[in-house]
C-alpha cells in the first residue's frame, strides 16, 4: 500500500468516529465539513474493508453494531494523537493547549493534583484534562512517546529529551493520631520514637535508607508494622493503629486537613527533604501552557505553602 493510501486511511477513521458519537450521518458530515454521501462512501469501504457491518441501519436512523461501540474508545484515543502530533507541529509558544495530559506518583494524585485543576479549570474552563498515576520509572518513557504532557513526581527525572524542574522542597515530619501522647509537643526529638509503633516507607523510597540509618545510629527500637510506599496509604490507618509514620509535610498536611483525627510534628533530627518535580517535553518549555500550569499550581497550594513557610522553588 503506498503512503497517499495509508494517509487515507485515516479519513475512515474520522468519519467512523464521528458516526458513532453522532449517531447520525447528516450531522458527522457537517461536523467533518463535508457531504453526507462523502460521509455513506467512507462508511461503507470502512464496512467493506473489515468485513464486517459497523452500523445497522433502521427508519433512517443509524445505529453502532457492538463491533463499532467496542471500537469507539480506541478511533477518539487514534483521532487524539494525531490531533497531538499535528499541534506540536503548529505548535506555538504563546498558545494554551487544549488538551492536557497529566501523570502524577500517587500521593500527588491524591492531594495535589485536585486542586490544579480546579485552579486550570478557573483559568481556563474549555482545557479537556486527562490524568494517569504511573510509576516514576515509566513517566518518561510517557512524556518521550508522547502521551503524557506534564508528569508530577518525587523524583528527578533524567533525560535527554525532558525538562525537569524542581517545584517544592518539603522536610519530613512525624504524623501521629491525635490522641497519640507524643501529639501534646510541638517538636519531637528522634529518641522520642524509642519503642513506638511505626509504619515505615518501602525500600523503593529513597528516603528508606535514610531514615534506617537515622534509627540505627540514635539506637532506637521500634515496631514496624506496616511498610509501604504509598504515604496516603500509611496515614489513613494511623488512627486504628495508633502508630506513628514519617511523611513530608506537605503531603501530611494536606492529608490532615481533610483527616482532623491525625496531626504532625517536626522531629529535630530530620532534615532530609522530598522535593517535588514537574517533566515536560522540550516544546512545551518555557510556553504559555507551562506557565498556566506553574502558575495554578502556586495558586491552588497559596495557602497550605505560607502555612509551612515553604517557598516554591520557581519563584526563587
Known sequence: ????????????????SEVVDSGSISIAAKNLEVSQPAVSQLIKKLEEAVGVPLFVRRNG??????????????????????DKIQMQLNYSTSNILDTLRISATLSVTNEILPKLISQLHQKEPNISIYTNSLPIAN???????????????????????????KLIS???????????????????????????????TSPSDRSY????????KYKIRYQKILETSYSTLSMSVIKSLNALSINNVLIAELVCQHNKDITWRYIDEFIHKTDFYVSMPPWLNRSVTERLVLQSIKKSLATTLKKLDIKLEIDK
Open 139 to 165: 513517566m518518561s518513557e510517557a512524556i518521550v512517546g508522547g502521551n503524557i504532557d506534564f508528569a508530577f513526581s518525587t523524583r528527578k527525572i533524567n533525560h535527554p529529551n525532558i525538562v525537569c524542574k
Open 170 to 200: 518539603a522536610k519530613e515530619v512525624c504524623v501521629m493520631p491525635k490522641t497519640h501522647k507524643l501529639s501534646s509537643k510541638q517538636n519531637l526529638s528522634i529518641l522520642e520514637l524509642n519503642n513506638q509503633k511505626l509504619l515505615m
Open 61 to 82: 436512523t443509524i445505529f453502532p453494531t457492538d463491533r463499532a461501540e467496542s471500537l469507539r474508545d480506541d478511533a477518539k484515543q487514534l483521532l487524539m494523537l494525531l
Open 209 to 216: 535508607y535514610y531514615h534506617r540509618e537515622l534509627l540505627q
Open 1 to 16: 500500500m503506498d503512503k497517499q493510501k495509508k494517509i487515507n486511511r485515516f479519513k475512515y477513521i474520522e468519519a467512523f
